[in-house]
Nanobody
Framework: QVQLVESGGGLVQPGGSLRLSCAAS????????MGWYRQPPGKQRELVAT???????LYVDFVKGRFTISRDNAKNTVYLQMNSLKPEDTAVYYC?????????WGQGTQVIVSS
């Protein structure tokens, strides 16, 4: 059974930081492209960042320079370090594991950026 379990969300003030984690089980973690997506209130889910097994990363423009995706293949875990958070970063953040046409999703973790 495949499970992706996110953690680390919460309430943070503008300019603050959070580190999200996603622990994976039931997959050969090292060969999957891992990603973080988010769904702001009332909007569609959108890509944030991805990291391949060889640590090649991709970021969307609105997080470049602020967010860092990383993975620890020994722990089957992917991380998203989020710095300089803005109110518009408020969203449910989802972990994704992708291999070809196979996609797995976590249940999401809420991030609220507000003063």
């Amino acid at each position: 059974q495949v499970q992706l379990v996110e953690s680390g969300g919460g309430l943070v003030q503008p300019g603050g930081s959070l580190r999200l984690s996603c622990a994976a089980s039931g997959i050969s973690f090292g060969i999957y492209v891992m990603g973080w997506y988010r769904q702001p209130p009332g909007k569609q889910r959108e890509l944030v960042a991805t990291i391949a097994g060889g640590d090649t990363t991709l970021y969307v423009d609105f997080v470049k320079g602020r967010f860092t995706i990383s993975r620890d293949n020994a722990k089957n875990t992917v991380y998203l370090q989020m710095n300089s958070l803005k109110p518009e970063d408020t969203a449910v953040y989802y972990c994704n594991a992708k291999l070809g046409g196979i996609n797995y999703w976590g249940q999401g973790t809420q991030v609220i950026v507000s003063s």
